[in-house]
């Protein structure tokens, strides 16, 4: 009788295997994302073009009469129809160029200042909400059923449910106006960002609060579903330590929903910067997406739409490739 051979194990597929699949999904996402950005960008033309007034009134100055602010719109090209505007925009779009502003300056050099400042303050509030939010995460699993993760659920729910704008208020009462142990406002220095690393800190606790709580709920979430694993059951009954089911049997797993909720949070920071930056009088572009809204002026509005846009897409991309590639998660 002939001995059977023993069947090989199949072999793990190789990272370019794993790569090249996921890499195409990323594409197809980035490619869905882009239209959704190009849609977003015509209703805000289309939403300025619906409010009162218009961009050669609300730029002028007082006094002027009818005839200049007809020869004003002409320059300016709203007498030609607003879907022309947002063509001729977008064709300018892969190249950079954002347009010029009804006060006659590019919106690039408009941005060039603002929109670094916002990207460091929202930088830093997503790093402060996901350190917090594996530390509370992750603390509230080891602790699961208890008071510790009952504690945790309360305050993360809580945390998120409040606005930025009344944890601004509460902060600055506590540690400007009670204590005054930080400033409550800012000032701007001559590179034309914050004067003091001091100035950032309230912006950026209130911004990182409420995401604090998101992500935390993100965390705790994806935890416990791999909890409930059977590998993972098969090392509590093995008597592995909690810290290292936590860190070698369920933090892997998780990782892919955990990437894609801090994503998404980074757009709500954004949202939030309007705000907080306004309250604070932070030299982002908070005060200038107010003051284009103003201004009815379009192109600096959609300027900033498709700048704040187009580093959501970016963080969403790279959590989709974490999720679809470096991991191996084979979801479609």
Known sequence: MTTPHPVAAPASRSLPARILPGAGRAARQAVRRLVMLVVLLGAVFAAVEVLPGDAAGASSDRGVTAADLAARRTA???????????????TGLPTGDLGTTARGQHVTDVLAGPFPN???LGGLALALSTVGAFALGGWATLRAGGRVDRAIDVLSTAAFALPE??????????LSQWTGWLPAVTL?????????????????LSLAVPQIGWNTRIVRGALADQAALPHVQA????GLPHRRLLSHHMLPGAL???????????????????????????PGIGSVLAGAVTD???????????AAGASISLLLMLADLVRTTVLGDERR
């Open 235 to 238: 090392a509590v009954l093995d």
């Open 165 to 174: 704008f009344v944890v601004s208020v509460a902060l600055l009462l506590l």
């Open 256 to 282: 892919p929903a955990i990437a894609v909720g801090i994503a998404t949070s980074a757009g709500m920071l954004l949202g939030g910067t309007v705000v907080v930056e306004t309250l604070f009088n932070y």
């Open 188 to 204: 701007t220095g001559p590179d034309g960002g914050p004067e003091s690393w001091t100035m950032i800190v309230l912006p950026l």
């Open 296 to 306: 009815r002026d379009t192109p600096l509005v959609a300027g900033v739409v498709a």
């Open 76 to 90: 300016l090209g709203l007498d030609r129809p607003v879907a022309e505007r947002f063509w001729d925009w977008m």
């Open 118 to 120: 916002t990207l460091l």
